[in-house]
């Protein structure tokens, strides 16, 4: 083996720590490989689609590369170029610019903006409550909510009982009787 075989190993190694902690593989798995996984589940979704294959397709070549410089009796030599991609796509899932990064962004950005659409109605239709609901925003919404009074009337109505009873009670025990 070569230094720089042995340079690459050490950058695969800090790269699978690294995806088996984001990632939670199944057992016997690399994190690597649950990466690629992850992408390829997730690229029909994807808008950068091309990016995305492209970078699986890269991950799982080195890999394999990792795989035969492991365990082949003759293996093929690594190249600067596989050392260089296994320590950028290291800085990259460290920078969140990898490919998942991205999706989950973009998924993120989407729930954001229809939160903000679903607020942005529920704030017009309050403002013109008088008029028909917008379509979509909720039930009720646009609608004045009523106060509910009953409980208020309620309590004061079991405290005044309460009270009846206890000056009652208390005019029975003095002897005045009924």
């Known amino acids: 083996m070569t230094p720089l075989d042995l340079q690459f190993l050490e950058a695969y190694k800090q790269l699978d720590r690294f995806c088996t902690d984001a990632f939670s593989p199944e057992a016997g798995q ?19 689609r091309a990016e995305a294959e492209a970078f699986a397709d890269r ?20 190249r600067e170029q596989d050392l260089r991609d296994v320590q950028a796509y290291y800085e990259r899932f460290l920078e969140r610019t990898d490919p998942l990064s ?19 109605q529920k ?16 039930k009720g919404i646009g609608k004045p909510a009523k106060k509910d009074r009953s409980i208020p009337l309620l309590t004061g109505l079991f405290f005044l009982m309460v ?16």
């Open 30 to 48: 690399s994190g690597v490989r649950a990466c690629e996984e992850r992408l390829r589940r997730q690229l029909p979704s994807s808008s950068h």
């Open 59 to 78: 991950l799982d070549e080195l890999r394999r590369l990792r795989n035969s410089l492991v365990h082949d009796p003759n293996p093929p030599f690594c």
């Open 102 to 120: 991205e999706l989950e962004r973009e998924r993120r950005e989407r729930l954001a903006a229809a939160a903000a659409r679903r607020e942005q």
């Open 123 to 138: 704030r017009e239709a309050s403002r013109t409550a008088g008029a028909k609901p917008v379509p979509g925003a909720g």
């Open 163 to 178: 009270t009846a009873f206890l000056v009652l009670f208390c005019v029975y025990l003095r002897g005045g009787g009924l």
